[in-house]
């Protein structure tokens, strides 16, 4: 089966830190551009940070640059989002996102950040 399943969300004060991970199964994401996006409650989906699957280059939306780092293990089939100095702002669900010669979406897991 085709899936993504993200893991690592969970409740942390701002200024804390959290490390998501996105692991794949039945399928091999070398080939993948990968993405991280996040939702919050009636916001729209937007992308967070997205990695080649070529040179490993990278790209943040404004909000995070300097404080969240995407990297990506193709042996593992694992994706991360390091993610430092947490806002409230941050709080939403963060979903991961393969996109090759298919896309495929993880389910989502919650970061909830306290001020």
């Known amino acids: 089966q085709v899936q993504l399943v993200e893991s690592g969300g969970g409740l942390v004060q701002a200024g804390g830190s959290l490390r998501l991970s996105c692991a794949a199964s039945?399928?091999?994401?070398?080939?993948?551009?990968l993405s991280w996006y996040r939702q919050a409650p009636g916001k729209e989906r937007e992308l967070v940070a997205g990695?080649?699957?070529?040179?490993?280059?990278?790209n943040y939306a404004d909000s995070v640059k300097g404080r969240f780092t995407i990297s990506r293990d193709n042996a593992k089939n694992t994706m991360y989002l390091q993610m430092n100095s947490l806002k409230p702002e941050d709080t939403a669900v963060y979903f991961c996102?393969?996109?090759?010669?298919?896309?495929?979406w993880g389910q989502g897991t919650q970061v909830t950040v306290s001020s």
């Open positions: 996102y393969a996109r090759g010669w298919r896309v495929v």
């Open positions: 990695i080649s699957a070529v040179d490993g280059s990278t």
């Open positions: 039945g399928f091999t994401f070398s080939g993948y551009v």
